[in-house]
């Protein structure tokens, strides 16, 4: 079996015309596993029949990451080396189109301290900030997805390695809606469109706060902040105006909450994968912002560990909306990756928020969006609460409320 060349190549084009948006004379950086060298041609192709002046390609490798982690002392891996910055610079004189590949084993870091991994990352990343806040806004940038068969076999355990793979990408093409005769294009700018007519919609309405309540027990109420935008589907790039849709698939609007300010309880409708360990059928409930206690039928400890993880894993960081007729919803199975399980319902995130739905966020420090609300933390996790009858009233500065949500989709 396997997919066909032409749907491959639909998959290709869309990633790097829709996606990325690539522009014609802009410098490409592609980030692909070593696995999907056949998958990295097509993509580079592609970019170069945009008019891409030069790909780069960045190999990447679940194998050497984690052989680095288990072997090479955390200070070691910490450090920036000069040639890395290097890299870095160029890229803020190019402000290339990046374009991700995920195909990530997501239990490839089975086995290595969660702590070494968090304080590399936070220690590499107080030198990369920089460079990344330099291009943040004026290139584009897309993740789509390759499945890879230890993925697959991931979700999907009882099936052998080709069955496996065949199943996944039947799901990620639904998701990312390549179908055989029909326009991809065309289904994007159509969703595209919907999602931002939504968000306008959110916007526009001035919600100071949202109530969450269904029957499986969530009843919850969250404060927004106050001139945040709600976000979903695209962006721009500020210096050459090229749109742009950053994650493939994506059907989720969402805003970063009033950290500290929310209460009740929140019932998860999915199971959580959190350093590649299942945590299932749990709820946690807040208490002036901060989640005070949790239980979970399996992974109750775990959960604990995640909110301990620091100051802010305890408050939300993202709200987000998705009705329950995502395609991801529909395939009906966990992805065991972010990309396509935060766009399967609504969901919150514990953990770190955005600044970029402040107004000027994206010139803004990490401090001076926490003082305006975004919360701020190591983590950022997803969770499920889209139960099948959740419904979400919004509510206006001056108690005025607004049905958001009827039975797990958009009241109207
Ligand atoms: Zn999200």
Redesign the pocket.
């Known amino acids: 079996m396997g997919i066909s060349k032409a749907l491959l190549q639909k998959y290709a084009e869309l990633i790097v015309r829709t996606g990325g948006n690539v522009q014609r004379g802009q410098v490409v950086q592609l980030t692909v596993s070593v696995e999907q060298h056949a998958f990295a041609a097509l993509v580079m192709e592609e970019c170069y029949k945009a008019g891409a002046k030069k790909v780069n390609v960045e190999w990447s490798s679940d194998t050497q990451r984690r052989l680095n982690f288990l072997y090479a002392d955390q200070e070691v891996l910490a450090r920036v080396l000069p040639w890395e910055e290097a890299k870095m610079k160029q890229m803020v004189e190019d402000l290339p189109c990046r374009i991700y590949i995920a195909s990530d084993d997501p239990d490839a870091m089975n086995g290595v301290d969660p702590h070494k991994l968090s304080e590399v990352s936070r220690s590499r990343s107080t030198v990369i900030k920089p460079y990344r806040n330099a291009i943040d806004g004026k290139h584009q940038w897309v993740i789509a997805a390759y499945p890879s068969v230890p993925w697959a076999k991931k979700c999907f355990p009882d099936l052998d390695d080709q069955a496996a793979v065949d199943r996944l990408w039947e799901a990620i093409l639904k998701t990312v809606r390549v179908r055989e005769n029909e326009d991809p294009v065309q289904a994007w700018k159509e969703h595209t469109d919907f999602i931002e007519k939504k968000a306008d919609w959110l916007n526009a309405q001035g919600f100071s706060s949202l109530r969450y309540k269904s029957a499986n027990g969530t009843d919850f109420t969250v404060r927004l902040i106050p001139g945040a935008k709600w976000e979903g589907a695209g962006a721009v790039n500020s210096v050459n105006g090229a749109f742009y849709i950053p994650n493939m698939p994506t059907e989720?609007i969402?805003t970063s909450p009033m950290a500290g300010e929310c209460e009740g309880t929140l019932v998860s409708v999915k199971p959580l994968s959190w350093n590649s360990q299942l945590i299932e059928d749990f709820s946690i409930t807040f208490e002036n912002g901060r989640a005070v206690s949790c239980r979970a039928a399996k992974g109750q400890e775990l959960l604990e560990k995640m909110i301990a993880m620091d100051e802010g894993a305890a408050m939300l960081g993202?709200v987000?909306l998705v009705p329950k007729e995502s395609p991801v919803n529909q395939c009906g199975f966990l992805f065991y990756e972010?990309l396509f399980d935060?766009?399967a319902c609504c969901?919150v995130?514990l953990g770190m928020g955005f600044k970029e739905v402040l107004p000027d966020g994206d010139n803004l420090t990490q401090e001076q969006a926490k003082a305006q609300g975004v919360n701020d933390s190591i983590i950022h996790v997803?969770f499920m609460v889209g139960a099948d009858d959740l419904n979400i009233d919004g509510i206006r500065p001056d108690g005025t409320t607004i049905p958001v949500f009827r039975n797990g989709t958009w009241a109207k």
């Open positions: 989720e969402f993202e987000a972010t935060e766009n969901h995130a997803d």
